[in-house]
């Protein structure tokens, strides 16, 4: 069983920024895929980012490219989403997720975060 933990979400203005971490419990975290997803209020959760095992095996919804960063730090068993420009609909539960395989052409996220409120004001 892989524990995430995420932190770091708020109350920002509009043109804001917010930093967003994830702790995995993951002994062998360098070989996890990471994922950030949201959920707004009577919205399903969406797809925000993902970062691979190698440099460079990154994607972002359009809805954020440009404007967000996921990163990580195997030796910490940390991953980061940093958030510029904040927009009100970005205003979201955001989790992280994990996964270790591709079911029928998409990542299959097996473990979940309890998610971190992000509230943009405008």
């Known amino acids: 069983q892989v524990r995430l933990v995420e932190s770091g979400g708020g109350l920002v203005q509009a043109g804001g920024s917010l930093r967003l971490s994830c702790q995995s419990s993951e002994r062998t975290f360098s070989s996890t895929v990471m994922g950030w997803f949201r959920q707004a209020p009577g919205k399903e959760r969406e797809f925000v980012a993902r970062?691979?095992?190698?440099?460079?095996?990154?994607d972002y919804a359009d809805s954020v490219k440009g404007r967000f960063t996921v990163s990580r730090e195997n030796e910490k068993n940390m991953v980061y989403l940093q958030m510029n420009s904040l927009k009100p609909e970005d205003t979201a539960v955001y989790y992280c997720?994990?996964?270790?395989?591709?079911?029928?052409?998409?990542?299959?996220?097996?473990?979940w975060g309890q998610g971190t409120q992000v509230t943009v004001s405008s």
């Open positions: 970062i691979g095992r190698r440099t460079g095996d990154i």
């Open positions: 997720a994990a996964t270790y395989r591709i079911v029928g052409g998409k990542w299959e996220y097996d473990y």
